[in-house]
C-alpha cells in the first residue's frame, strides 16, 4: 500500500476508534469503521469489483435468474424460512403459467439480441438474493435488467449529501439500440408488478413492489448503476458530511459532549485529505451497506465504512 494511503488510514483509524455510535432511523447501532482499496492490488474501484471482493455478488446464468423472480412472485414474501408453506402461492398457477412464458420470452430474447451475457447474484443475508443480467449489443451498449429491491431503511439526515445524476442517469442512446430498448421494454411491460411483503407481524405490514427495471449506458458499471438506482438498491452521492445533530438523539449528555468534536474532526479530515468524496449507499432489505469514501493523491480509495442492520423487534 502506498506510504501516504497508510497514513491517512492510521488517522482515520484513531478517528473512529473507542465506540464512535452512530444509528440510522429503526435500525440497531452501528460503529463506523475505515475502508481502504489498494488500487495496486485490486485494480479500479467499482461497485462491481467492490461487491466481489466483498463477497456479496457472485456469478450465475439467466436461468437461475429468472427462477428466483418467478419463485418470489408465487411465495410472496422475502423471509421463506420464516414462515409457514400457507403463505405460498398469492398468484393463481393459471397467472404464475402465463408469466413464466413471459419470463421465458425475456430470456431468449436476451440470449438472441446480446453478447457477453453476465447474470450476477446479489446476497448479503441467507434469506434474501436479488439477481441482475447483464449483456451487450451490437453496438457497443450495455444493457442491464434488474428486478427491485427491499430497502426497510431510509436516512433522515445523518449523513449529508448532494445528488450525482450524472452517474445514475441513462445517457442518450442510438437508434437501434433504442430500437432493442423498445423489444425488451414490450415484454417486461407484460409483467405487471406484484406486491411483496417484507416483514411480517409486529405492526411493520412493509411490502414493495416487484418488477423489473432495465439500465442502459456504453460501459457495463454505468449500465450497472442506472439499473440498480431505478431498482431501489443503490445511491451514490457526492458527500459533504457527518451530522451529529441528527444522530444526536441516541446519545445522552455525556456521549453528546464527546461525539459531536470527534464527528466534526473526522469530517474536517475527509474534506482536506481526500477528493471526489463520495457516500455509496447499497441496501439489501434489512441490512444496509454505506461508504463514505475519496481518493487519495496515490489514487487508493479510502474513507468510512457502515454495516447497518434494520431494528426488527415485534
Known amino acids: 500500500m502506498n506510504f501516504e494511503t497508510e497514513k491517512i488510514l492510521g488517522t482515520l483509524e484513531i478517528l473512529t476508534e473507542q ?6 432511523p429503526n435500525n440497531e447501532t452501528s460503529s463506523l469503521k475505515c475502508f481502504v482499496w489498494d488500487v495496486n492490488k485490486k485494480g479500479s474501484f467499482s461497485l462491481l469489483n467492490l461487491g466481489v471482493d466483498e463477497g456479496w455478488i457472485t456469478l450465475t446464468d439467466i436461468d437461475v435468474a429468472v427462477k428466483s423472480w418467478q419463485a418470489l412472485e408465487r411465495r410472496g414474501y422475502l423471509n421463506p424460512d420464516d414462515y409457514p408453506d400457507d403463505y405460498e402461492n398469492i398468484i393463481s398457477p393459471e ?10 420470452t425475456l430470456a431468449d430474447t436476451i440470449r438472441k439480441n446480446l453478447h457477453n451475457i453476465e447474470v450476477f447474484k446479489f446476497s448479503q443475508i441467507p434469506v434474501y438474493s436479488f439477481y441482475v443480467v447483464l449483456g451487450q449489443n451490437q453496438e457497443n451498449n450495455w444493457f442491464c435488467f434488474s428486478q427491485t429491491v427491499a430497502r426497510e431503511t431510509t436516512l433522515e439526515g445523518e449523513i449529508k449529501c448532494s445528488n450525482l445524476p450524472d452517474l445514475t442517469t441513462q445517457p442518450s442512446l442510438d437508434s437501434n439500440t433504442n430500437k432493442l430498448k423498445d423489444k425488451f421494454q414490450q415484454i417486461i411491460n407484460q409483467l405487471q408488478p406484484i406486491s411483496i411483503y417484507g416483514y411480517y407481524g409486529g405492526g411493520y405490514d412493509y411490502r414493495f413492489n416487484h418488477y423489473l427495471v432495465t439500465g442502459i449506458a456504453n460501459s457495463k458499471e454505468k449500465a450497472l448503476l442506472v439499473a440498480l438506482h431505478q431498482a431501489g438498491m443503490l445511491d451514490i452521492a457526492r458527500f459533504h458530511e457527518f451530522d ?5 438523539w441516541i446519545w445522552d449528555e455525556a456521549e453528546i459532549a464527546e461525539f459531536y468534536p470527534r464527528y466534526q474532526k473526522i469530517n474536517k479530515f475527509l474534506t482536506q485529505n481526500l477528493s471526489d468524496l463520495r457516500m455509496i449507499r447499497c ?8 461508504y463514505v469514501v475519496g481518493q487519495t493523491n496515490a489514487g487508493d480509495i479510502t474513507g ?10 415485534p
Open 19 to 24: 465506540n464512535l455510535r452512530l444509528r440510522l
Open 244 to 248: 451529529p445533530e441528527a444522530l444526536s
Open 304 to 313: 468510512i465504512y457502515i454495516e447497518s442492520d434494520f431494528d426488527y423487534n
Open 283 to 290: 441496501s439489501f432489505w434489512n441490512r444496509e451497506y454505506i
Open 95 to 104: 397467472l404464475a403459467d402465463e408469466r413464466a412464458k413471459i419470463y421465458q
